[in-house]
């Protein structure tokens, strides 16, 4: 296994088959779809941007992102195609594909995402210009995100539509809005924009998220059993320190297949590439570096022939599962291992705490 750590080059050919994987599912328009034949949603199209972005291909990546100012709502947001999850046949071991495409959902976590898309593009270009170009989605889709804003600090999971009649949050999409509106707070300052708006309601969601659980999961069962509620708040920056430490040891021995990664759901012997990537970077952020160059390193057995990574691995059957190779879960190798070795400029901001205290 391939163990990196911090200051250690990336080995030159090291995500050949992740980049071909990407550039080959990226279509003409910058859209890049979950892979062959799958949906796209605003979040995951920008995480496969932001792999671009550090492998070098900044051109394809302002692609990408071209394809996301062309396709917002005019209130900001996007059409989410299957919302806030992906459904998956646990009897069949096939992904749901598109069953929720082209239904009405205004996911809030998604639309947020672009934040921090670009502020992680400008971290690495420093092209102020092209930032200030992205800059009116930014503000649209933020001011969208925040209007869904609760008096209690939470934020709903999607706009009130018919196929989303639930007025409820998500813990894992409030951390990832929660870590956008700081990278949105970033990019407002950095173009001399008003942010304060912005900062009050990061500081509110940030309380409900560590102090007001009931405001969570509260019309539907909960989602404790996935792997991201339990991380996603140390990796946004929300649960910080020693509290961050304990909250990842808590479950450390549930979630955690060891020489394997990170299971997606506690109850199935299936780890997944991209959460235990996002796990490293999360790691990081607590101050666990050698369980993050650990887990990094184990995530490097998933990768197909071609040299791009399998969705993940069902461990007792010992096969890859579901047969698909996400752009975005090359994607957040692409990031984590970036964290991890500290190779570009946008490295610290899935790794440091301190980013996030800027922001305040």
């Known amino acids: 296994m391939t163990h990196l750590t911090y200051g250690d080059p990336i080995p030159e050919d090291f995500f050949d088959g992740a980049r071909a994987r990407i550039l ?12 062959d034949g799958g949906v796209i949603d605003p979040w995951n199209h920008t995480e496969a941007a932001m792999g671009l972005t550090v492998i070098g291909e900044v051109e394809r990546a302002r692609l990408a992102f071209r394809y996301l100012m062309e396709t917002q709502l005019k209130d900001g947001s996007w059409w989410g195609q299957l919302g806030s999850a992906v459904p998956f046949d646990e009897e069949d071991h096939y992904t749901g594909g598109d069953e929720g495409a082209g239904k009405p959902i205004r996911d809030t976590n998604f639309t947020a995402y672009i934040a921090t898309g670009a502020w992680h593009h400008y971290l690495i270009t420093r092209d102020r210009q092209w930032l200030g170009t992205v800059w009116p989605h930014v503000e649209a889709a933020m001011q969208f995100v925040v209007a869904h804003q ?40 950095e173009l001399g924009k008003s942010s304060h708006d912005w900062a009050a309601a990061r500081t ?15 019309t539907w069962e909960s989602k404790a059993r996935y792997s991201m509620d339990w991380y996603y708040p140390v990796l946004a920056g929300v649960i910080t320190g020693e509290a961050a430490r304990r909250r990842l040891a808590s479950k450390w021995d549930i979630f955690v297949a060891e020489g394997k990664g990170c299971r997606c759901v506690l109850d199935q012997p299936w780890v997944t590439v991209a959460e235990s990537a996002e ?36 461990f007792v059957e010992n096969v890859a599962w579901p047969a698909e190779k996400p752009a975005w879960t090359a994607a957040a190798v692409i990031l984590a291992t970036d964290a991890v070795t500290g190779t570009t400029p946008a490295s610290r901001l899935f790794a440091e705490r301190t980013l996030a205290e800027a922001a305040e």
């Open 204 to 218: 509110r969601l940030g309380e409900a998220l560590r102090d007001k659980p009931h405001r969570f999961d509260r």
């Open 150 to 189: 609760s008096p209690h600090g939470d934020i709903r999971w999607a706009a009130n539509d018919p196929h989303t009649p639930e007025d409820d949050s998500l813990i894992t999409g409030s951390s990832s809005i929660y870590k956008s509106l700081e990278c949105a707070i970033h990019i407002a300052q």
């Open 24 to 35: 080959d599912l990226q279509r003409d328009n910058g859209a890049i779809p979950w892979y």
């Open 279 to 314: 796990l490293v970077m999360a790691l990081l952020v607590a101050g666990e570096r050698q369980k993050a160059e650990a887990l990094l390193s184990w995530q490097h057995q998933w990768r197909a022939d071609c040299g791009a990574y399998w969705m993940g691995y069902q």
